[in-house]
Structures are given as structure tokens and as C-alpha cells.
């Protein structure tokens, strides 16, 4: 067990030795004094460098200045990668699923500021896209800036309701932040605003999680990180608010948690989980809204009647 995390850890060193040499590379590339081209509202555009592959997509870079995806007190150079890196690394994996399929509606929530929308809405132009958020300000600039439909959340998540159903889904970093109760209750929501055959994608801190807490970067302070994995370790959950009276924080769930929890939801398939799935550190949970009970069979699995 203990050559396991040292190789674990190993590896994690090495991705972040790669990653500073590349950090280092993209330094020649992308400004690090901020001489960014900004609109009269204060908006900032994003300059996207040759070093960023955007695979046959110009998606629009223009940031909100409160976007708080990106660290603005901060040297550029990694922000910028990152901040462009993610968006494109759901896109992969939607693409990955979907195929040639297009979608026609599309969920991201959160949406932020748009760090992944922006890429859904250059792939796919044609698509009803609803920004959903807790703060009207981040849904307002995802509708001006991205021709998306606004919706405030709420953090009772049992109340939030959608006027149609989706195709796409995109939940990432949201369970990542809530507890059981509010866990659960975002899977159903999940699971009920997929339209038919329509796949859903929500990311989760898992396995990898404790590590990268340890030795990239402390996702909660280290007392209540001992708290949450102390649950953890006992039942395959394990929570804590980032401070008292803020019911927002750091979740941890081992994949038999997140697989256990979609049992008793027969309207939906599991058609994936991926550890570290996305950006190189969160899981990615995948389901289709098709009946695990259906009798049906795709073409290919179709076998022949007995005469």
C-alpha cells in the first residue's frame, strides 16, 4: 500500500515537473504582465496562443473581470492555460460520448463565467444552451455574451426546475462542493432534466483527491480535511464546510459511493466513470437517460429468434 501512494506521488511530481516545463515554454508565448485588450464594460479578452491546440473551434475568449476562475492577483501565463485547458477538456469528453451525435439542448451547471460553455456554444452553434447559477451576474454575462438562456439557482437544490429537458448536461465542480444530502438530491436533478437518450457528466473529487490535497495544492484547511477523510475511509463519503454557517465546502466520494447512490434511479444507465477524467484530477460520472429496464437492444447486440 505504502509503494503504491509513493508511486502515486511520484507520478503526480512528475506531471508537475512536465507541467512547469510547459508553463515555462508558454512563457514565451503568452503575456505575463497583463496587456490585455479590455471593452468599455469592463470585460477582458483572452488572448489564445499558438501552444493551445483549438481543434477546428474559435470559441469567444472574452472574460468577466470577476471571473473567478482565474487568480487575477497572479502571474498569467498558467492561469490562462488552465483556464482555457478545462474548458477544452469537457468539451473532449462530451465529444468523446456523444460522438457524431449533436445536441439540440444543453444544461451547464454551474456555468460560472463560462469556462466550459464557451467551448460547448463554438462546437455546437445551433444548440439552446441554459446557464444556470446561484448569482444572476454570472448567468447575465453567460446570456449576453453566449446567447445562452439565464437561470438563477438556489442552494435548495429540490426547488430548482427547468421549463424543457436536455441532451447535454455539464455538472462540473458542483458535487464537488456539497454535502450528502444536497449530493443526492443533484443527482435526481440530473436525472430528471435528461431528455430521452441524453447524457449527463458531473465530476467528483475521488481516489486522487487526497493526494493532490497533500501535494498540489490544500483544498480546505488541513483539520477539516482529517474530518472529511476520517468519514471517508469509513463509508466512501465524507464532508466539510469550508467554514461554519456556510453550507458550501469540500465532498469526497469513492466511486462505489457515487455508483450506489444512482441504484435505486432506474430511469437512468451508467455509461462511464472515469477517474481523473477531467483536467487530470476530478472523476467524471457519465449516465444516459435510458430505463435500465428497457427490453430494447441496440441493432448490433440484436440476436436472431429461434425458429
Not at 472529511?228 to 469550508?242: M, N, T, V
Not at 449516465?287 to 440476436?303: G, V, W, Y
Request: with cysteine; proline share 7%; charged share 25%.
Amino acid at each position: 500500500m505504502v509503494g503504491s501512494v509513493d508511486r502515486a506521488v511520484a507520478n503526480t511530481q512528475a506531471e508537475l515537473r512536465e507541467l512547469r516545463s510547459e508553463l515555462a515554454r508558454l512563457g514565451n508565448v503568452m503575456p505575463s504582465s497583463n496587456p490585455l485588450e479590455t471593452s468599455a464594460g469592463g470585460d477582458v479578452r483572452l488572448p489564445v496562443p499558438d501552444a493551445i491546440p483549438m481543434p477546428n473551434l474559435s470559441p469567444d475568449m472574452t472574460l468577466h473581470p470577476d471571473d473567478d476562475m482565474i487568480d487575477w492577483s497572479q502571474p498569467h501565463d498558467w492561469q490562462y492555460k488552465h483556464y482555457l485547458s478545462a474548458g477544452l477538456d469537457a468539451l473532449r469528453l462530451v465529444k468523446d460520448f456523444l460522438g457524431e451525435r449533436v445536441p439540440r439542448s444543453i444544461l451547464d451547471m454551474p456555468c460560472g463565467y463560462g469556462r466550459e460553455l464557451r467551448h460547448f456554444r463554438a462546437a455546437y452553434p445551433d444548440a439552446t444552451i441554459y446557464a444556470c447559477e446561484l448569482e444572476a451576474s454570472k448567468t447575465d454575462f453567460c446570456a449576453r455574451q453566449f446567447q445562452a438562456t439565464p437561470v438563477v439557482s438556489s442552494v435548495d437544490i429540490r426547488s430548482v426546475k427547468f421549463d424543457r429537458t436536455f441532451d447535454l448536461i455539464w455538472c462540473g465542480s458542483l458535487l464537488t462542493h456539497l454535502d450528502e444530502s444536497r449530493f443526492r438530491s443533484m443527482l435526481a436533478l440530473l436525472s430528471g432534466s435528461l431528455a430521452p437518450e441524453g447524457l449527463a457528466f458531473a465530476t467528483v473529487h475521488g481516489r486522487f483527491a487526497p493526494t493532490f490535497h497533500r501535494h498540489c495544492a490544500p483544498l480546505i484547511t488541513d483539520d477539516r480535511f482529517s474530518a472529511i477523510e476520517h468519514d471517508y475511509a469509513r463509508r466512501g463519503f465524507g464532508y466539510a464546510d469550508y467554514r461554519d454557517g456556510v453550507p458550501y465546502g469540500i465532498s469526497l466520494s469513492s466511486p462505489s459511493f457515487v455508483l450506489g447512490s444512482l441504484e435505486e434511479d432506474k430511469s437512468v444507465r451508467v455509461t462511464g466513470y472515469l477517474e481523473r477524467g477531467w483536467d487530470g484530477f476530478q472523476d467524471v460520472l457519465v449516465m444516459k437517460k435510458r430505463s435500465i429496464d428497457d427490453l430494447t437492444f441496440d441493432p448490433l447486440l440484436q440476436l436472431e429468434t429461434p425458429a
